[in-house]
């Protein structure tokens, strides 16, 4: 911590600062710069806020030198791995997919099959869904975390929902391999607190307004409570911009990588808020590293009971993860350096095995 | 609802479009306006989500017509009756006070008198406290409630203080007069639907990156499950703008005075997170129709265990709460037309008399 | 300025920073803070990139002390002068009213009677507009500025009027007495340095997008080439939030005021682009410290022929301008310390003798 | 254009509306929706402005149908030529490299011999610079557009460089075959229509608060006046988030694809302001649709004399220029679907011929 203090001071002014240092337990040293006299403490004391420096009389401005966020940026897990050999942050990128909401049981096992046979690793389901309007449909609840059981039982997927309150925590907690923590409870401390304490994955979205530092300290009130195994996912910063339905920040992909060893995925469906553009932002998220994606998938779209206008077929699910797969590809050979060599280099484009169709035989 | 199709359509890629409005049991009707066609819906529909239309071929904008929001548009509670007498929005504007932590026992009953004594109406204190980092003071919980009901019975003042989880908000019950919801939690449905469930009034904050449009939902999520006593508290957004903690946007008080009936207050202390701008923001906020001032008291700012950047003394809150009489007089007489008139007017600036301080000695 | 270094340095590497600063001409002292190594610049080199330190191998992050703007924050001018005796900075708020766009000779003579009559004491008029599609009308031009001056010589107002271009700056210049720096040109170096070589006060308004610190630059370019004569407008910034046109940001008055002597005025009809919210943000910004107003005016904004929405009529520009008094003396006796008194005080309402009507007699 | 009337409204208040239709030269036809009364306008007056609706007694709200860019949204150029080869929009990525500033006639020699070398097709380098502050270097002017023609005279390569001013236009065209326009003056209407009157193509930079509507709109300024040869160039907006410079917005790219023929790049360095995340965001931007790059390079980014932290190496440009070329290729493939077949596909990731070293032996 360094106190900047105001400019012309009496020395009489200064030891009043030193008195409440002391007073703290604290030690400083005087420096001048120009025309200020700075205080630097001795240790850091990192974990004190900054108002016990910043309202002293005389002093103008605290600078924080030491990140607040240990585990988070230090002590993740490098990949979680899920029962039946899902891995995401393994190295291969993975997309999660199904639907916005569960609507039924039909289509839950329907679509669970349609996305594993698009390749994608992970079912995601709303069982309970935070919508704008109390009179929009507010999610099938149990029956709906039945229904996801069912499709996991059924095709071997891991499942992730997204639970909104503590209660809905221990609710949840037989029928899901993954929580998702959505946006709009990403400052939801008590329920961040509430998945830190168990021993299930957590899938934390960004809040529409979060810096990155608010996102990794979300992270780290999940892990200080024990879970660590945590990730990011990018789904759109709230902006002047109305094209799209938020701003998608594909530099806070690249910059949660290279600050924390946590995956940090995309959610291109909510970041956009439009079909249309999935499969180019799809693309645009995992050539700047992400780990994954998580896609929303309807069969009928203009049918879905929520955000059906983000919504793509299965059909258009396989596109989206041939085009994960292959860019991923060509990113590991560009980063191995490749392109340093003036032969024509080759990469395969190939889908990897685990992903392949399965027999499922319709196609767009 | 109107759909506008797409240009240079065949007549039976309308008709598609009929057959789908025919099978949602809707009628429409046809009007060309310069190259485009539209379909006007016969009824508005209103409750439908635009997916179930835009996401059909041939429509290329869904246009809606209708609010979502009837209770708190149009049956909001005028005023918020307090036992003791208080009242927000009943045309003389008060002010909340408090420290941002409650911290002791004594604290709290030493300052519940200095902000009464100041002219505050309701004392504010968090003993749940939603905070960035896990490892800052996560507040006394249920001992500081305790101590917030002596000093209510000490002092006669209604209580306020933040929930953040359903089960905070039956733990707190026997203690508040008003629950709090904070900004970070503004989109905590299950939590709203909690406090919705009760019959003690709601203090609802705007979250950080909240539309006017998604604060009105919020309190309608509050309002449809019963509880029509809400008071929206403008709190600053999050922009570009780092000088201030957040910016303040005066703007949506006049909104929102304009489109509901429910009182509207302002909370000076976090939009700006500065102390020195307290008081000419509560200035303005009073200036242009807000119904009372929410504000954080501390006897030693540089001492509180959070926020104290942005407390003020109980002596600084005593001007502030002057001022708010001062421009609430004006206000009045302003609208009331005096200016019309070329005599020279003169307006009172005098505390009304259950503002008054009643007999602490300490003036700054 | 101070480089803070990255943790775990050999000493040959902080030997590098040095050699560094001393090919730089700079001399530093290292201090340690907990984990980290500070070098702190002996003299504060504030007119240095701090990228000629940041990118230094070792540095992991540069902290800046200084101030850049020594002109717009000390030395500004306190008070505006024009001949006839308006007064912008006075003590006195002061209103600028006119049509947004001069539409004709006639419009304009009239519009100025009737603002100067509704207590306006200078007259704005766009002659060049800056319009988001270039098939919007672009401004009468030189036309425009010969009506404006006819307009000022019947009625004794100065005038104001944007300019967009340097070479609209030399053609303006004998017909204004006031340039506007329009929110769309406040970056547009060049033409501020134009201004800057006048001799004739700049009302600057903020654009869109600018911080503080920015918009404090920008009155630095006019200011460094020698004219002192610039009032800032805060116009409202861009947000997410669309129900107003752009968010009023009126902490960035009370920030400006305490941080620099020159003039603050406020544009609340850009700001808003809704004529119902003119008058609560108007009375809003001179509760937090404006030094006056400028508001657009159109006998019939139906019939404007840009940006009519936020048009108001003269009636209510007589209103705006009455409060604008009645709250300003309001604030005034408020900061003399009324209030700690217990007696009733009493504050005048009247226009001030200058701003009284003076004969027109349409009233709303 | 739609307008929405106002709720219970009489039948003369419906004809006064008609009215001011009729005086307008404009017919329109009555339909009801649920409780409301739409006049949908026969021809859809897309050229005159909203508030001549908006603001008629009974008009509650006013909707547009009708895009008002006819240039930039239908009749672009597909890709824009440049003497010697280079081509933007052709299919092929291109990158454009050089420094931030021009400091000098060995630099820029030895800069513009280096990015060839590593692939770049078209030379970038300030001449007039915009700074924030008027104490930064503002550019060598002149001067340095002789350094730019020798150098293009050395390397063959096209020059990029910005104006700021319509002098500069002018002064600028003899030595510049692209003239950038930068975000601090994308709203410079003067400035866009003097270019607009060149035939030099132009490369737009998105203002920092600029929506994807205004940008479109700047172009058609510049379109409107004859050159249709704008390439638009996506750099960042300003949004809440600090930790990059701005927010790079990739939609953005996505978006303009789709809604316009003309080309788009990405502008890496300033949408980060980090060196580091230089390299994955070019790689997003190619997989998400964009022709190009625009790189900031240096020899030694620490003694830049502006924006260092944000200059990569020419050798770190030649890995930039490797990825975009690979990853270009790899999105071909994908667009021409050979995903949908289950043979793993093989794609070259070789540099197109004309992007490759020369001859040049330095490689990092």
């Known amino acids: 911590m360094i106190l900047v203090l105001r400019r012309g001071l009496e020395d009489s002014q200064v030891a009043q600062v030193y008195e409440h240092l002391t007073n703290l337990g604290l030690a400083g040293q005087s420096v001048r710069s120009g025309q ?13 806020p900054t108002h016990f420096f910043s309202q002293v009389e005389s002093v103008e401005r605290v600078l924080r030198l030491q990140s607040r966020c240990p585990l988070a940026i230090n002590r993740g897990s490098v990949s979680i791995k899920f029962p039946g050999g899902a891995v995401i942050g393994g190295g291969t990128p993975i997309a999660i997919a199904g639907p916005c909401s569960v609507e039924g049981q039909v289509q839950t096992m329907h679509l669970a099959k349609q996305v594993q046979a698009a390749g994608a690793s992970l079912l995601r389901g709303g069982a309970y869904k935070p919508r704008t309007s109390p009179y929009d449909f ?3 609840g149990l029956e709906a975390l039945h229904y996801l059981r069912e499709a996991k039982e059924a095709t071997g997927m891991p499942v992730v929902s997204e639970v909104m309150s503590p209660e809905q925590v221990e609710r949840a907690e037989p029928f899901v391999d993954m929580y998702q923590i959505g946006s709009r409870n990403m400052y939801s401390y008590e329920l961040l607190k509430e998945v830190g304490r168990s ?8 809040a529409m307004s979060a810096t990155i530092d608010e996102f990794l300290q979300a992270a780290e009130y ?5 879970n660590l195994q945590v990730v990011f996912c990018e789904r759109g910063i709230r902006t002047f911009e109305t094209h799209t339905r938020n ?4 530099s806070a992909v690249a910059a949660l990588k290279s600050m924390t060893n946590l995956p940090v995925i995309v959610d291109p469906s909510h970041a956009t808020g439009r079909r249309e553009m999935i499969r ?3 693309r645009a998220a995992i050539a700047c590293g992400a780990d994954g994606l998580i896609v929303e998938v309807h069969d009928d779209p203009c049918k879905a009971v929520s955000d059906g206008a983000q919504a793509i ?6 596109d989206v993860i041939a085009d994960m797969h292959a860019i991923s590809n060509v990113v590991k050979a ?12 080759m990469v395969s484009l190939a889908l990897p095995r685990d992903c392949r169709p399965t027999g499922v035989t319709e196609r767009s």
Not at 42 to 48: E, F, I, K, P, T
Not at 199 to 206: M, Q
Not at 313 to 318: N, Q, S
Not at 334 to 345: E, I, M, Q, T
């Open 36 to 48: 200020h006299t700075l205080i630097v403490l001795q240790d850091d004391a990192g974990q004190l």
């Open 138 to 140: 507010q999610g099938l």
């Open 199 to 206: 021993r299930i994955p957590v899938l934390l979205k960004r």
């Open 222 to 226: 999940i892990m200080s409570e024990g």
């Open 247 to 250: 701003t998608l920040d594909l």
């Open 280 to 282: 180019p932002m799809s």
């Open 313 to 318: 077929t299965p059909a258009a699910l396989r």
């Open 334 to 345: 560009c980063d191995n350096g490749f392109a340093l060599d003036d032969r024509p280099a």
